[in-house]
């Protein structure tokens, strides 16, 4: 048995991305013992220290091979035009002219034949967990189309575990998602929110989309602890995909520090993307001494679930901050400005029973709503955790239950 398995985070480098790919593979090595699990990754040395028993396929030719214009340079840029034909459906025939232009045009040949022979060899293609199939990563969703269709190509079963879709505005986008969607052989939400709608849009069988949860609650719930913390946990996301930028951060940190002086806690920063969300913490704790330039102590996402638990109360603008926060039973009060974000907040407050806080950065008032809403859950704490965990359980099941229908699917008809 073989299984091929693309991802969120190829460079591995954010602790959100690396803990859904854990999940993923400790899940199908549970069902497949004996299985062997090729990974698409940036560096196999980083992907052995995060998942032991996989073996990496090198995201340099994965990348060169799918890109646009890969083939016919300028006149290969249509993401649906005559160049992703030859790449997903006469891959030998595309290997063939990589080869031949290899040397002049400096591709790595030999790494895009070992991603394409990935795909070929595969008895079982996986799409582990992310919200990549959106407007917001346009790369990402012409790579996972790349990959998908020549898993199609070669008669390969496919499945999409533990996706966030959306928003989808541009046409091409939009259809090679649905490409991608329609033909899947079961697809896991892990959000009912704003996944299904997509999912009914586009006419998929009912019978093969699920919602379970995002893959990462598992890690963060199986590592809670009983006692609430007594700080206020923060991440701050600044990047053009979340729309916040530095012009936000003193209104933010004034926000919090009202929150922290009728308290009486203190700041504990949350970083997941690393270092980047380091950066941000630093400007918005400036001199308390929490301050650290090794990223708080946080070099795994066991190091930030713990780190979490030093709080009663998380504000975030990263996803994964609060999905890990939420799993352990600590509320939250999501900050969002660009549609990406205020979708996937959405989503993921929705299946946590809607008991948490979203602010939307551009209305009038948003930072005083922070310090509002962060004082109200701070009272709420207590009585919230029980409902929070429930909630975290009951997404660990329905995400276990999906990898078993796989397993049974693939045991049957091979699906």
Same mark, same amino acid.
């Given at each position: 048995?073989? #299984?091929?398995?693309?991802?969120?985070?190829?460079?591995?480098?954010?602790?959100?991305?690396?803990?859904?790919?854990?999940?993923?593979?400790?899940?199908?090595?549970?069902?497949?013992?004996?299985?062997?699990?090729?990974?698409?990754?940036?560096?196999?040395? =980083?992907?052995?220290?995060?998942?032991?028993?996989?073996?990496?396929?090198?995201?340099?030719?994965?990348?060169?091979?799918?890109?646009?214009?890969?083939?016919?340079?300028?006149?290969?840029? %249509?993401?649906?035009?005559?160049?992703?034909?030859?790449?997903?459906?006469?891959?030998?025939?595309?290997?063939?002219?990589?080869?031949?232009? *290899?040397?002049? =045009?400096?591709?790595?040949?030999?790494?895009?034949?070992?991603?394409?022979?990935?795909?070929?060899?595969?008895?079982?293609?996986? @799409?582990?967990?992310?919200?990549?199939?959106?407007?917001?990563?346009?790369?990402?969703?012409?790579?996972?189309? /790349?990959? @998908?269709?020549?898993?199609?190509?070669?008669?390969?079963?496919?499945?999409?575990?533990?996706?966030?879709?959306?928003?989808?505005?541009?046409?091409?986008?939009?259809?090679?998602?649905?490409?991608?969607?329609?033909?899947?052989?079961?697809?896991?939400?892990?959000?009912?929110?704003?996944?299904?709608?997509?999912?009914?849009?586009?006419?998929?069988?009912?019978?093969?989309?699920?919602?379970?949860?995002?893959?990462?609650?598992?890690?963060?719930? %199986?590592?809670?602890?009983?006692?609430?913390?007594?700080?206020?946990?923060?991440?701050? =996301?600044?990047?053009?995909? *979340?729309?916040?930028?530095?012009?936000? #951060?003193?209104?933010?940190?004034?926000?919090?520090?009202?929150?922290?002086?009728? /308290?009486? *806690?203190?700041?504990?920063?949350?970083?997941?993307?690393?270092?980047?969300?380091?950066? /941000?913490?630093?400007?918005?704790?400036?001199?308390?001494?929490?301050?650290?330039?090794? %990223?708080?102590?946080?070099?795994?996402?066991?190091?930030? #679930?713990?780190?979490?638990?030093?709080?009663?109360?998380?504000?975030?603008?990263?996803?994964?901050?609060?999905? @890990?926060?939420?799993?352990?039973? #600590?509320?939250?009060?999501?900050?969002?400005? *660009?549609?990406?974000?205020?979708?996937? @907040?959405?989503?993921?407050?929705?299946?946590?029973?809607?008991?948490?806080?979203?602010?939307?950065?551009?209305?009038?008032?948003?930072?005083?709503?922070?310090?509002?809403?962060?004082?109200?859950?701070?009272?709420?704490?207590?009585?919230?955790?029980?409902?929070?965990?429930?909630?975290?359980?009951?997404?660990?099941?329905?995400?276990?239950?999906?990898?078993?229908?796989?397993?049974?699917?693939?045991?049957?008809?091979?699906?």
């Amino acid at each position: 048995m073989r #299984i091929l398995v693309d991802q969120s985070g190829h460079g591995l480098d954010n602790l959100g991305d690396v803990s859904m790919l854990q999940v993923a593979v400790r899940r199908l090595q549970t069902h497949w013992p004996d299985a062997h699990i090729d990974v698409l990754a940036a560096d196999a040395d =980083r992907l052995n220290s995060v998942c032991s028993g996989v073996h990496c396929v090198p995201t340099s030719g994965y990348f060169e091979y799918a890109r646009p214009g890969s083939l016919f340079g300028p006149l290969g840029r %249509n993401p649906l035009g005559l160049e992703r034909d030859i790449l997903v459906s006469n891959p030998d025939i595309a290997l063939s002219l990589f080869r031949f232009t *290899s040397v002049v =045009r400096s591709k790595p040949y030999d790494e895009m034949l070992a991603y394409v022979n990935a795909v070929r060899n595969a008895d079982l293609v996986v @799409f582990s967990g992310g919200g990549y199939l959106c407007d917001t990563w346009p790369m990402m969703v012409i790579f996972v189309h /790349t990959t @998908f269709m020549l898993a199609k190509h070669f008669r390969k079963p496919t499945v999409l575990l533990g996706q966030g879709i959306g928003p989808l505005s541009s046409s091409p986008l939009k259809e090679m998602v649905r490409q991608v969607l329609a033909r899947a052989d079961l697809i896991s939400l892990r959000e009912g929110l704003l996944g299904p709608k997509f999912a009914a849009e586009f006419g998929l069988d009912e019978s093969k989309v699920i919602v379970t949860g995002d893959d990462a609650i598992e890690i963060a719930y %199986n590592k809670r602890c009983d006692s609430i913390g007594d700080s206020l946990g923060i991440n701050i =996301r600044i990047a053009g995909y *979340s729309g916040v930028d530095e012009g936000s #951060i003193e209104n933010v940190r004034a926000a919090l520090l009202k929150v922290v002086g009728e /308290t009486g *806690s203190k700041l504990v920063a949350l970083p997941i993307a690393l270092p980047a969300d380091t950066v /941000t913490a630093q400007a918005i704790l400036q001199d308390s001494d929490d301050i650290s330039a090794d %990223n708080y102590g946080i070099g795994s996402n066991l190091d930030f #679930i713990a780190r979490a638990q030093l709080c009663r109360v998380v504000v975030t603008g990263s996803y994964h901050a609060a999905v @890990f926060s939420l799993s352990q039973g #600590i509320p939250v009060v999501g900050i969002a400005k *660009s549609q990406y974000y205020i979708d996937k @907040f959405s989503g993921l407050f929705d299946m946590f029973g809607n008991v948490c806080e979203l602010v939307l950065l551009d209305e009038p008032g948003a930072y005083e709503q922070i310090t509002k809403k962060a004082l109200s859950l701070w009272k709420q704490a207590p009585s919230l955790r029980p409902v929070l965990l429930s909630r975290a359980k009951s997404q660990i099941e329905a995400s276990q239950a999906a990898y078993s229908l796989v397993e049974q699917s693939f045991a049957t008809v091979g699906i």
